[in-house]
């Protein structure tokens, strides 16, 4: 199943271009936001795949964020083996650094973003897991079953703020407005071809900057709802970004950042493709 945030309401996809209204299709059961489906995860997934409704034409730019306003939103660190190597940190060995990506930076799948004044802004392609049902403590090798899907996402990085200072500010760094976008659309594991394993790649301008595999994450989406369950509770429509594979710009000789009027596009394997346009 592919759920998607359409101006606000629930929408079960049908195809790319078309789908149907949760709440209308529900009686009133289910929505009408997205955020309200997450909260009836588990009835919802088992009425979502029999459901059908009157069709509405899928507009790109209608979609909003898949999980506008979380609960929580987790930021991983440092979580593939060549980031690890090529940001010059230590490699995790029991937990990946951990960081909150504030609420307000959350957007849609095709917003435009503004670059923040006189920084340096990089990209951090990165698969988002979003949380349908509540975990505390949870049994090992049962993450997956607290999740409801996933999306795409970039954890957009203003540099000088994140490494500034005596100790570094990963989550202010990449809060600006704008920086954690996703979607396009939430897919649920079921759909996705293996979802412990999926492409996942990223284009400044048509070039090629990222291209990595899921399969790579040190910490698997499994042991990361497992290990952040240890200490918090996670709640339904919680997004956790899930780390970014190597090939970021501000560490390359000489440093790449996102210049004002480039375009960033963003894609996960069975998943979808997220863009955003930058002014400065
Ligand atoms: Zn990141």
Known sequence: MRL??????????????SGFDVFDASAGRFGPSIQDVYEKWEAFSEWGPEASGPAIAIEESQLGPVSP??????????????????????????LPPVFP???????????????????RTDWE?????????????????????????????????????????????FGLGKS????????????????????DDLAIFCELDGERMQDGRTSQMIFDVATLVEQLSAIVTLHPGDVIYS???????FVREP????????????TIEGV?????????
Do not use: C
């Open 4 to 17: 998607a945030n359409l101006d606000g309401r629930a929408v079960i996809l049908t195809d790319d271009a």
């Open 69 to 94: 306003r979380p609960f929580q939103a987790f930021g991983i660190g440092l979580n593939y083996d060549e980031h690890v190597a090529e940001s010059g940190f230590g490699r995790p060995e029991k």
């Open 101 to 119: 990506k504030f609420q307000s930076s959350i957007a849609g799948p095709f917003e435009t973003v503004e670059l923040v004044p006189g920084g």
């Open 125 to 169: 392609a990165e698969l988002v897991v979003v949380i349908g049902r509540m975990a505390h403590r949870i049994a090992e090798g049962s993450g997956w079953d607290h999740v409801a899907g996933v999306t795409v996402g970039q954890d957009l990085s203003e540099r000088t703020t994140q490494l500034d200072g005596p100790a570094p500010q």
């Open 176 to 195: 600006f407005p704008g920086y954690s976008p996703q979607g396009p659309w939430l897919v649920t594991p079921d759909e996705l071809p293996d979802r």
């Open 243 to 249: 780390g970014t594979p190597s090939g970021v710009g």
């Open 255 to 266: 440093a790449r950042l996102i210049r004002p009027g480039e375009t960033l596009v963003t």
């Open 272 to 280: 979808g493709t997220i863009r955003q346009v930058f002014t400065g």
